[in-house]
């Protein structure tokens, strides 16, 4: 049987559709969402990602404010402008895209950013806010996988889930948000001994190793859901994941694909962050990334 597809790219646009709505009640209330994003260096990767975001923002009403900073810049200079940012009260979401030059510490960096403003969800305060099952502004992709999960008829509660990869910005938060859904985590690095023996035990399998065609049709049970977090290019320079799709959707029971699964999904959730720490700003409860009207399970995976 082939796996049916979640489609990222059709499930962002639904909630893009919602920002958008809630962008507009926030400016009839006096109060345009502001996001800035810092880009240092000339990394064409990280540009095409940092455009993709500016335009995002502009699709639905965020003000974008685009920081680019040369490839030299001091790190006083870098905290200089983290520091003007954070005191703009125009500006509730900064994103430091990452990676950063070797001499800058990205560490430093992030923690340097308002943890309120911190819509990347990778600010200490809010990294160790998701660990403690509380979360604030989660990280953008990990959350992006807990929505496209919610968007299919597959329980997490009481899964196994394996994710392969421990980053700060995606395993780490990732295995914290499928724990509070009530889901088994198991981690796979790339010290561990077996990793096909534990992937084949997965019900839920996330790949975001950054390796690409890691994960091959053997490594699969059948039936699970298989999410692709990888961004890798074929030797023709054509973006693909982690996962071989072609031999694995035979399998699996619901795959993500790549492009157009869970890159929209990032974006889409670093939307929803910046809309949520706008509504703080003004006393606003945020209501996730869903209007009442909405319902996640319906429309959203595309047919086989
Ligand atoms: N580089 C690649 N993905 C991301 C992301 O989601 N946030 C930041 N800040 N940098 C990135």
Not at 115 to 144: E, I, M, Q
Not at 261 to 279: D, F, K, Q, W
Request: with cysteine; proline share 6%; charged share 20%.
């Amino acid at each position: 049987m082939t796996a049916r597809t979640i489609d990222g790219k059709a499930l962002a646009a639904r909630i893009h559709a919602g920002i958008a709505r809630r962008v507009k009640s926030l400016q009839d209330r006096g109060v345009t969402p502001g996001l800035a994003v810092v880009l240092v260096g000339d990394d064409p990767a990280s540009a095409i990602y940092v455009r993709n975001k500016v335009r995002a923002c502009e699709a639905v009403g965020i003000r974008s404010f685009l920081v680019q900073l040369a490839d030299n810049t001091s790190r006083a200079t870098l905290l200089g402008r983290v520091a003007e940012l954070n005191a703009d009260p125009g500006v509730h979401g900064i994103l430091v895209q990452l990676p950063l030059p070797r001499h800058l510490d990205a560490r430093e960096i992030v923690d340097a950013i308002a943890f309120d403003k911190d819509v990347d969800g990778l600010h200490a305060t809010n990294a160790g806010l998701t660990l403690l099952g509380r979360p604030r502004s989660r990280s953008c992709t990990p959350y992006g996988v807990m929505m496209m999960l919610e968007s299919i008829p597959y329980p997490v509660q009481g899964c196994d889930a394996v994710l392969i990869g421990r980053s700060n910005m995606v395993g780490k938060p990732m295995a914290m948000l499928l724990l509070a859904a009530n889901a088994t985590v198991t981690m796979c690095h790339s010290a561990t001994r077996d990793l096909a023996a534990v992937t084949r035990q997965a019900d839920v399998l996330v790949a975001a190793a950054g390796r690409r065609n890691l994960v091959t049709a053997d490594m699969i049970k059948p039936g699970a859901v298989v999410i692709d977090v990888g961004t890798n290019r074929t030797p023709e320079g054509k973006l693909c994941g982690d996962v071989d799709f072609a031999e694995v959707r035979e399998i699996a029971g619901w795959i993500s694909p790549v492009p157009g699964g869970v890159g929209p999904m990032t974006v889409a959730m670093l939307l929803v962050n910046t809309v949520e720490a706008a509504e703080r700003s003004i006393g606003t409860s945020p209501q996730g990334p869903w209007l009442a009207e909405s319902d996640p399970s319906a429309a959203v995976a595309a047919p086989r």
